[in-house]
């Protein structure tokens, strides 16, 4: 079935540092791919999301390419900042399992000044 | 303003005691969705609904109900809770069609002691 694999975190940088990281999906077909956030103490927030091969989405930022012939979806971003860290979920939606969604465990961000 | 709202936010009750979560959405969506967010086990679906009078088992349903029998409200009932229910849980809505996103509501912390 479908199903989204991110990498292992925790994940510390430093302020400033590039950040990869990386989400794989298994599905066939075309879905919808989405990176969410979860700042400390708060609901899941839309970072961004790109719904066809070749997509890329952007905000704050951060980015994702949506790469059909690797089937993934790494999220990057040039500079972080201390307030990056949070909690990041890589998901998925579509329609062959009846429009839902499919979320990866989340990968944990600490970036220290 | 677009939002889910999760009614409590704070609950700690005692083992068997029923209680009703409620989730309200003001987006004339669909869809909608319950999850339970555990450390290490991210995010796992409980129950979901495609429309009014439409529910469907998710990952991880047992223990808990559902109805919708109007558009914007989705109660997640524990009908006898016990402590491997104590979590964080959220509440979901989107509409149909894989290109878009959920919502989340700012989540229920419950713990049954």
């Known amino acids: 079935g479908d199903s989204v694999t991110q990498m292992e975190g925790p994940v510390t940088l430093s302020e400033e540092a590039f950040l990869t990281i990386n989400c794989t999906y298994t599905a066939t077909g075309y879905p919808s791919l989405f990176w969410y956030v979860q700042y400390p103490g708060e609901g899941l927030q839309l970072l961004l999301k790109?719904?066809?091969?070749?997509d890329k989405g952007s905000n704050k930022g951060f980015e994702a390419t949506y790469r059909k012939e690797t089937t993934s979806f790494h999220l990057e971003k040039g500079s972080v900042q201390v307030s990056d860290s949070a909690v990041y979920f890589c998901?998925?939606?579509?329609?062959?399992?009846?429009?839902?969604?499919?979320f990866g465990t989340g990968t944990s961000l600490t970036v220290i000044p | 303003e677009a939002q889910v709202t999760q009614n409590p936010r704070y609950l700690i009750t005692v083992t068997g005691k029923k209680l009703t979560v409620t989730c309200s959405q003001n987006m004339n969506h669909e869809y909608m969705s319950w999850y339970r967010q555990d450390p290490g086990l991210g995010l796992r679906q409980i129950y979901y609904?495609?429309?009014?009078?439409?529910?469907d088992k998710g990952d991880v349903p047992e223990g808990y109900k559902v109805s919708r029998k109007e558009k914007r409200n989705f109660p997640l009932i524990l009908e006898s809770p016990s402590p491997n229910q104590t979590s964080l849980y959220f509440c979901?809505?989107?509409?149909?069609?894989?290109?878009?996103?959920?919502?989340f509501g700012p989540g229920t912390r419950l713990t049954v002691t």
């Open positions: 790109a719904t066809k091969a070749d």
């Open positions: 609904s495609m429309n009014v009078e439409v529910t």
């Open positions: 998901a998925l939606r579509h329609t062959n399992t009846g429009n839902q969604f499919y």
């Open positions: 979901a809505s989107s509409s149909s069609g894989i290109t878009y996103e959920q919502y």
